[in-house]
């Protein structure tokens, strides 16, 4: 009985921590001129190179994190795979989806600086209550 209360206890504080979560939805409106389309598509170009360096920055760290589970479980139990494998995997898709969010920041950024218009929308798309 005490360990189900126990366990009824952790579920609740354990759901209660599940909030809504919300997703941002961007609209551009194209500057008017030319010389401001033509400065958009320099923001395009810095922002498709920042995303391709921010997914070779999650590659090397998939690799350098590959290596390091290979050597940890080599030093430690033979060649058993470390239970904190799919962590590791989280903490560099993790770290790319935060640059990939700096990327499109930069890029808003520079759209407004060239004349666009960048509208927003935050959508609940879980647990909206």
């Known amino acids: 009985m005490r360990v189900k209360a126990i366990f009824l206890i952790f579920v609740f504080l354990f759901l209660s921590g599940c909030g809504p979560v919300y997703r941002t ?21 810095m922002r498709q190179k920042c995303e391709h360096w921010a997914e070779q920055s999650y590659q090397q760290c998939l690799n350098r994190k590959s290596l390091e589970r290979i050597a940890t479980a080599a030093i430690s139990r033979g060649d058993r795979q470390s239970p904190f494998a799919n962590s590791y995997d989280n903490e560099c898709r993790y770290e790319r989806n935060k640059r990939f969010e700096v990327c499109l ?3 808003n950024a520079c759209f407004q600086l060239c004349g666009g218009v960048v509208d927003s929308i935050e959508e609940c798309v879980a647990n909206c209550d």
């Open 25 to 45: 939805s961007y609209y551009y409106n194209e500057p008017e001129t030319q010389r401001g389309r033509e400065c958009v598509v320099k923001c395009q170009k």
């Open 105 to 107: 920041e930069d890029f």
